[in-house]
């Protein structure tokens, strides 16, 4: 487990900037302490100060995930963020979608967002930004990329795509044996 280099920082940052803004700052410098970002096996962790000096006593080979997996780097070295950082992403989200009862399944199922499941959609979110997937009760489901501005969203037909699927929780049951 080591520290991100400037390049790996810079991807991550740019990443979840996407989807948090310049919420960033708030996951690092918390309330309840500091926390930061460590690579193991390719992977980004997310995890506190204080649980980080207690997994630097533990062997590399031993350690299996010291903290939340927000992401993995691919072996072109692009940062793929993870269903696992749904969690400490949903609070801070700029641009928000809700789908209707009808359509949460077809996404859970890992299937794009089309006009006809759209409920709502945050104002001025604009096209390819990242965005939060809401139920209508407001529990966080996924996230994905606008394919169409909140603009667009009005006057599309009801078959076009208004969100592209990047993750949603689905996946803790289709990729159990994979995600750490």
Same mark, same amino acid.
């Given at each position: 487990m080591r520290p991100l280099t400037e390049a790996e920082t810079r991807a991550v940052f740019e990443k979840l900037s996407k989807y948090i803004g310049e919420n960033i700052q708030l996951l690092v410098d918390r309330p309840d302490g500091t926390y930061c970002f460590r690579l193991h096996r390719d992977r980004v962790y997310y995890l506190s100060e204080k649980l980080l000096k207690l997994a630097a006593s533990? @062997?590399?080979d031993s350690l299996v995930a010291p903290g939340t997996c927000?992401?993995?780097f691919t072996k072109t070295q692009k940062f793929r963020l993870s269903v696992t950082a749904l969690d400490?992403?949903?609070p801070y989200?700029?641009?928000?979608?809700?789908?209707?009862?009808g359509s949460e399944q077809s996404f859970l199922y890992g299937n794009h967002v089309l006009k006809s499941g759209l409920g709502r959609i945050t104002e001025n979110t604009a096209?390819?930004?990242?965005?939060v997937v809401y139920?209508?009760?407001d529990v @966080?489901?996924?996230f994905g990329v606008a394919a169409k501005s909140t603009q667009d969203c009005r006057k599309v037909d009801p078959l076009a795509i208004v969100v592209f699927h990047q993750a949603d929780v689905g996946e803790y049951v289709r990729n159990e044996d994979t995600l750490t």
């Amino acid at each position: 487990m080591r520290p991100l280099t400037e390049a790996e920082t810079r991807a991550v940052f740019e990443k979840l900037s996407k989807y948090i803004g310049e919420n960033i700052q708030l996951l690092v410098d918390r309330p309840d302490g500091t926390y930061c970002f460590r690579l193991h096996r390719d992977r980004v962790y997310y995890l506190s100060e204080k649980l980080l000096k207690l997994a630097a006593s533990v @062997p590399r080979d031993s350690l299996v995930a010291p903290g939340t997996c927000f992401g993995k780097f691919t072996k072109t070295q692009k940062f793929r963020l993870s269903v696992t950082a749904l969690d400490f992403l949903a609070p801070y989200a700029k641009y928000k979608v809700w789908v209707k009862p009808g359509s949460e399944q077809s996404f859970l199922y890992g299937n794009h967002v089309l006009k006809s499941g759209l409920g709502r959609i945050t104002e001025n979110t604009a096209q390819y930004q990242g965005v939060v997937v809401y139920s209508m009760a407001d529990v @966080p489901l996924g996230f994905g990329v606008a394919a169409k501005s909140t603009q667009d969203c009005r006057k599309v037909d009801p078959l076009a795509i208004v969100v592209f699927h990047q993750a949603d929780v689905g996946e803790y049951v289709r990729n159990e044996d994979t995600l750490t």
